[in-house]
């Protein structure tokens, strides 16, 4: 079996960071919170178990819970709902469209400790277009003012508001600041903007991810539309370079599927932007492990938290037998943390990244 450290999640520290940022980057005229990173929303990806191990990764970046519907939150397991530990400063995103029960959740939410509410108007999916939530919702900004001005009465955290460019033939740069305009009369001012449309009928949820063209100039316009207003970046980031290539242009950068898929560019994404040093794999992973142990002793299922483990080792040798490894065994129903440590002892792949960063040094 493969050595392992043991860490303490609630004990697991980094160094302070050094000043952040060179004076180039473009800031926001007011954040009352560090927008500058963040990880998107993702549904079936940025539970409580995800963002634990992405802020193991880092500390600065802002982390955002899956879309949570109104109904769900409301009238489903509110406590394990809203549960989260060791991931702030964390926003939850909603899914709705009726002011009174955005603001109902708005307060849950607050109560649970978050420090941000966040109304979705640009998932395309099928389910959300059902319920007339989501990207739908673009096609109502008056109604997405008045639920924003519900929420914002509601509670003392910062509603902010997650966005497409577009829908469907309505993509031009008039329709999108029509958009904007009435919810910032309302008060709003941040707005997160995947730079693409939202195609409705026709292309998959991933096929909307990758296939509308990105125009970042419809951000940029608006920053200058709206200069009282912070605005986030999203879409098509999935490298660091292109990170450090658009910073200088924009209040804040979010990223989605890149990290997920590779959490250790997060990683090297933190060190760029704020000075934080590397952290070591092995006693990240020995500190997500100590977390796994604890989840499972109350009760939560090995495959919750090891699916977020898939991509760790990405990039090393011994990669692709570990994830075969965990996703085999993950999902029996008597799997414990011996399928992390069996996985690790069957890849040899911890062994391998030691290797390799001895070589670094």
Same mark, same amino acid.
């Given at each position: 079996?493969?050595?392992?450290?043991? *860490?303490?999640?609630?004990?697991?520290?980094?160094?302070?960071?050094?000043?952040?940022?060179?004076?180039?980057?473009?800031?926001?005229?007011?954040?009352?919170? %560090? /927008?500058?990173?963040?990880?998107?929303?993702?549904?079936?990806? @940025?539970d409580?178990?995800?963002?634990?191990?992405?802020?193991?990764l880092?500390?600065?970046?802002?982390?955002?819970?899956?879309?949570?519907?109104?109904?769900?939150?409301?009238?489903?397991?509110?406590e394990?709902?809203?549960?989260?530990?060791?991931?702030?400063?964390?926003?939850f995103?909603?899914?709705?469209?009726?002011?009174e029960?955005?603001?109902?959740?708005a /307060?849950?939410i607050?109560?649970?400790? *978050?420090?941000e509410?966040?109304?979705?108007?640009?998932?395309?999916?099928?389910?959300?277009?059902v319920?007339?939530?989501?990207?739908?919702?673009?096609?109502?900004?008056?109604?997405?003012a008045?639920?924003?001005?519900?929420?914002?009465?509601?509670?003392?955290?910062?509603?902010?508001?997650?966005?497409?460019?577009?829908?469907?033939?309505? %993509? %031009? !740069?008039?329709f999108?600041?029509?958009?904007l @305009?009435p919810i910032?009369?309302a008060?709003?001012?941040?707005?997160?903007?995947?730079?693409?449309?939202?195609?409705?009928?026709?292309?998959?949820?991933?096929?909307?991810?990758?296939?509308?063209?990105?125009? !970042?100039?419809?951000?940029? /316009?608006a920053?200058?539309?709206?200069?009282?207003t912070?605005f986030?970046?999203?879409?098509?980031?999935?490298?660091?370079?292109?990170?450090?290539?658009?910073?200088?242009?924009?209040?804040?950068?979010?990223l989605?599927?890149?990290?997920?898929?590779?959490?250790?560019?997060?990683?090297?994404i933190?060190?760029?932007?704020?000075? @934080?040093?590397?952290p070591?794999?092995?006693?990240?992973?020995?500190? !997500?492990?100590?977390?796994?142990?604890?989840?499972?002793?109350?009760?939560?299922?090995?495959k !919750?938290?090891?699916?977020?483990?898939?991509?760790?080792? @990405?990039?090393?040798?011994?990669? /692709?037998?570990?994830?075969?490894?965990?996703?085999?065994?993950?999902?029996?129903?008597?799997?414990?943390?011996?399928?992390?440590?069996?996985?690790?002892a069957?890849?040899?792949?911890l062994d391998?990244?030691?290797?390799?960063?001895?070589?670094?040094?």
């Amino acid at each position: 079996m493969a050595r392992m450290l043991h *860490y303490r999640p609630s004990t697991f520290n980094h160094e302070s960071p050094p000043e952040p940022m060179s004076e180039h980057q473009t800031m926001a005229p007011s954040l009352a919170l %560090d /927008r500058r990173l963040s990880v998107a929303p993702m549904m079936g990806c @940025t539970d409580r178990h995800c963002r634990v191990l992405l802020r193991l990764l880092s500390p600065h970046a802002l982390l955002y819970s899956e879309m949570i519907a109104t109904g769900a939150l409301l009238h489903g397991d509110t406590e394990r709902i809203l549960a989260h530990g060791i991931d702030e400063p964390a926003a939850f995103q909603l899914g709705g469209s009726n002011p009174e029960d955005l603001a109902a959740c708005a /307060r849950l939410i607050e109560q649970a400790g *978050y420090r941000e509410v966040n109304l979705n108007c640009g998932c395309p999916s099928d389910r959300v277009q059902v319920g007339g939530i989501g990207a739908c919702l673009m096609a109502e900004p008056d109604l997405v003012a008045e639920c924003y001005r519900a929420m914002a009465e509601a509670v003392n955290l910062p509603v902010t508001i997650k966005c497409r460019i577009g829908i469907d033939d309505r %993509d %031009d !740069y008039g329709f999108f600041t029509g958009f904007l @305009t009435p919810i910032h009369q309302a008060g709003c001012r941040v707005f997160i903007v995947h730079a693409r449309k939202a195609v409705l009928q026709g292309l998959s949820p991933r096929e909307n991810r990758e296939i509308p063209p990105l125009v !970042y100039d419809y951000v940029r /316009r608006a920053m200058a539309d709206f200069p009282d207003t912070t605005f986030v970046l999203n879409g098509g980031i999935k490298t660091a370079e292109e990170v450090r290539c658009l910073q200088p242009g924009f209040h804040g950068l979010m990223l989605g599927r890149a990290p997920y898929a590779n959490p250790w560019l997060l990683a090297e994404i933190e060190q760029q932007c704020f000075g @934080t040093p590397m952290p070591d794999p092995e006693l990240i992973l020995a500190a !997500y492990r100590d977390y796994m142990t604890e989840q499972i002793a109350s009760g939560t299922a090995v495959k !919750y938290m090891a699916k977020h483990l898939l991509g760790y080792f @990405t990039g090393h040798r011994g990669a /692709r037998a570990f994830r075969r490894y965990l996703s085999s065994h993950m999902f029996a129903a008597d799997a414990g943390i011996e399928v992390l440590d069996d996985a690790l002892a069957e890849s040899g792949v911890l062994d391998h990244c030691r290797a390799a960063m001895a070589v670094a040094r």
